[in-house]
């Protein structure tokens, strides 16, 4: 049979600070006990998860204030996705996403085709290049111009 919660124990040593599993370790009785026990005294469950190193004002403004949000979670040493969980949470208002200027300019038709003939250009020069002697497969032996594939004079 299960023991017995010494409850005003169990009340003193969570206002000492001592997690539900440290508590249940000392008394000897099973964690979900303890949580049953401050369900009984009408306490808060303490969340064993990672708490935030800034204030939640000082999130807020951060957030406002539009800092990347990697920096944020950083800030507060947390992960990116835990600060999204965060931001929900306190319910932050939405950000505007961020275009990246694009500095780049799409190539004209003529330009690509330039491109295409000069980089197979050069891959046929890196093909012709490479060192072939060690092989004897039918494509080393066609670029040294020992074999022909069939139906080619």
Known sequence: MAKRIDYDAML???SEGLTASQIAERLGCS?????RATRKFGLERRSSGKRPKLSAAEIHRLWVELVPTQEIADRCGVSIG????YAQRMKLPKRPKVEKDRKTVDPSPAEIERLKAVLKERHIQERMREDVTNTQSKV???RRGIFQPRGVA
């Not at 835990?82 to 969980?85: F, K, L, Q």
């Open 31 to 35: 964690e979900d006990s303890v949580h």
């Open 140 to 142: 080393s032996k066609w």
């Open 82 to 85: 835990t600060m999204y969980s």
């Open 12 to 14: 003193a040593l969570r």
